[in-house]
Nanobody
Framework: EVQLVESGGGWVQPGGSLRLSCVASGFNFDDYSISWFRQAPGKEREGVSAIHTSDGTTYYHHSVKGRFTISKDNAKRTVYLQMNNLNPDDTGVYYC?????????????????????WGKGTPVTVSS
């Protein structure tokens, strides 16, 4: 059974940090690029960051570049998203997705279309 399980979300004050984790199972992890997406209430899901399977190239939505860092541990089949200097606009449910063919939008983040597998998400709330 294919699974992507996110964890690490929660409530944080503006300026704070969180680290999200996405653990993959049930498919060949080395063959897929892994991305992070987020969906705020009433808004479309948007691609935040991605790490390419072939060479580890990383991609970031322009709104998070310089604040978020994506990384992966192949041995643990886990992708991380370190989020620093969070602000209320970062609030939403964060999902990880696995893509055989990674495509990047003009905003710099991954395209949600073409995601083969989705996790169920972990909520992030940034407020004072």
């Amino acid at each position: 059974e294919v699974q992507l399980v996110e964890s690490g979300g929660g409530w944080v004050q503006p300026g704070g940090s969180l680290r999200l984790s996405c653990v993959a199972s049930g498919f060949n992890f080395d063959d897929y690029s892994i991305s992070w997406f987020r969906q705020a209430p009433g808004k479309e899901r948007e691609g935040v960051s991605a790490i390419h399977t072939s060479d580890g190239t990383t991609y970031y939505h322009h709104s998070v570049k310089g604040r978020f860092t994506i990384s992966k541990d192949n041995a643990k089949r886990t992708v991380y998203l370190q989020m620093n200097n969070l602000n209320p606009d970062d609030t939403g449910v964060y999902y990880c997705g696995a893509q055989w063919a990674l495509t990047i939008t003009t905003s710099g983040g991954p395209d949600r279309y073409g995601v083969d597998y989705w996790g169920k998400g972990t909520p992030v709330t940034v407020s004072s």
